[in-house]
């Protein structure tokens, strides 16, 4: 046991305020992802507090915050959703402008593009994905 253990960094959820801020980032990000044509029709046969949840799930998921979710896995809950990679990259656009936008520093956002990467193969649907 050390003292240095209090030094250990806090979580980008908690650095950018935790979750009061990702309810600001998750308002900025809805009105972003509705407003795009490409995407908005994903979202039109679910309710809206159930859009709000998703989003503020999404962005706690990205920024490492507590994970609070206990329902289908990421794949299991968008592979019948046929997601091609082109409209993943206009959410993470979508996504990492709101965080620009918010003043979100740039470590934490190129970490939140590493995480997109990481998350991706299983948010996309694997015929229309690149899979390789
Ligand atoms: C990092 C990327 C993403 C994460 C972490 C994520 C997270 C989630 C989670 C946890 C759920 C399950 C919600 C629930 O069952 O309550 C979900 C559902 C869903 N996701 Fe995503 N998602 C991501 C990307 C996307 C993208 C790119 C789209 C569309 C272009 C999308 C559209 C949807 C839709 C339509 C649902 C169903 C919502 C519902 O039935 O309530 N997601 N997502």
Do not use: C, W
Request: proline share 5%; charged share 15%; no cysteine.
């Amino acid at each position: 046991m050390t003292v240095t253990e209090e030094t250990a960094p806090a979580s980008h959820y908690d650095r950018i305020g935790g979750a009061s801020s990702v309810k600001a980032a998750v308002e900025l990000f809805y009105d972003k992802v509705l407003a795009d044509p490409a995407l908005a029709g994903y979202f039109t046969s679910v309710d809206m507090a159930g859009q709000r949840r998703h989003l503020a799930l999404m962005l706690t998921v990205v920024l490492g915050g507590p994970n609070e979710y206990s329902g289908r896995g990421l794949a299991e809950a968008h592979q019948p959703l046929n997601i091609p990679v082109a409209h993943y990259a206009k959410v993470g656009e979508h996504l990492t402008v709101t965080l620009t936008e918010l003043g979100v520093p740039a470590d934490i956002l190129a970490d939140v593009q590493t995480v997109l990467g990481q998350v991706q193969d299983q948010v996309v649907s694997a015929e229309a994905g690149s899979g390789a």
